[in-house]
């Protein structure tokens, strides 16, 4: 259960980047899309395709038969999607950038660096829980859209700490499909106890399943209109040859 947790946490680090200043972030105001490498210090590689647009994130992971976080800022909502059901879950500091748990102690502007041909400001910042409880610091590179291309973090909380990096690639700033930010029609939605397993974990071989199964309903149905529009050949010869 707390695999799924760290795993939920830092995919909305990466889909909601953490702010480098004391007040909220502004929102990024340009539709893009790119690829992403987050890794943490553990070994845990996760590699996603992104898109966003104001105040609505996706990610994709694990291809077509894997999982998509869809963040709804307007509605206040994340959707987890997989196979043909989605789980939805209110906003809050468990599942949001979380800054409002921070006093920010340090934060500075280190200089202008480049990563992957894109000119961006890096920036320091260092913030403890307002509890005591927990502590986090690290490097930010942002564009001028305000686009956070990089992350290097380090967090401690007690004797636990996770080391974080994320990167960008293939950023792309253009227009997107406002439906890649809605569930998609068909799909029935379920609670946590629907989407937990007797263990506690979501039944990933099962809902995988059910992925395969409509894709392969899809192309059948596919083949079979193709082959309701195709022309018999052999019955085409014939009529032209008599044969």
Known sequence: MRLLRDVGLLTCAVLVPLTVTAAPPPEV?????ADSMMETEGGMTMKSRIYHTVEKDRMEMGGSEGMVSIIR??????WQLMGNMYMEMPMDASN??????????????????????????????????KDGSGKFGGFFWTTKEG??????????????????????????????????????????????????????????DEMKQNARQQRRSRENQAKESLGEQMPDVNKMMKGLFGK
């Not at 105001?29 to 899309?33: A, E, I, L, R």
């Not at 800022?73 to 994340?78: M, R």
């Not at 500075?108 to 041909?117: D, F």
Request: net charge neutral.
């Open 29 to 33: 105001k340009v539709d893009y899309s």
């Open 73 to 78: 800022k307007d509605k206040k909502v994340v």
């Open 96 to 129: 949001a950038s979380g800054m409002d748990a921070f006093d920010i102690v340090e934060q500075a502007e280190v200089g202008q660096e480049t990563i992957n041909g894109l000119k961006t400001t890096k920036s320091k910042i260092v913030a403890v829980k």
């Open 147 to 204: 686009i956070t291309v990089k992350m290097d973090m380090l967090s401690k909380e007690g004797d636990r700490k996770m080391r974080m990096t994320s990167e960008l690639t293939n950023l792309k700033i253009e227009k997107q499909d406002p439906a890649l930010f809605e569930i998609p029609a068909g799909y029935t939605k379920n609670d946590m106890g629907t989407m937990m397993g007797m263990g506690g974990m979501p039944n990933m």
